[in-house]
């Protein structure tokens, strides 16, 4: 069974930034995707980056120049940059990959707060 284990979240100032981290149980080059989404309260979680096995990357236009997804194969291991930060970042970020096999793993997620 994978297992995804973010970190890296907290409280930060308007204008900070953060880098959270997603390391895995498996190795990441197992993946077709691996992706960052959040979910803020009460609204529906949104895909936030993606990152394809082929290194194609995309993001949600509120974030776009703002926040970077990348990998470290050899750590198995996605993250998220993010620079810029505001209020309405506010959310819990959540790392998701899809298998080659079409099999899909959720992280626990973990919690970033931008006070104003």
């Known amino acids: 069974q994978v297992q995804l284990v973010e970190s890296g979240g907290g409280l930060v100032q308007a204008g900070g930034s953060l880098r959270l981290s997603c390391a895995t149980s498996?190795?990441?080059?197992?993946?077709?995707?691996m992706d960052w989404y959040r979910q803020a309260p009460g609204k529906q979680r949104e895909l936030v980056a993606l990152?394809?096995?082929?290194?194609?990357?995309n993001y949600a236009d509120s974030v776009k120049g703002r926040f970077t997804i990348s990998r470290d194969n050899a750590k198995n291991t996605v993250y998220l940059q993010m620079n810029s930060l505001r209020p309405e970042d506010t959310a819990i970020y959540y790392c998701?990959?899809?298998?080659?096999?079409?099999?899909?793993?959720w992280g626990q997620g973990t919690q970033v707060t931008v006070s104003s």
């Open positions: 998701n990959a899809l298998s080659i096999e079409g099999q899909e793993y």
């Open positions: 990152l394809t096995r082929r290194s194609t990357t």
């Open positions: 498996g190795s990441i080059i197992n993946f077709s995707t």
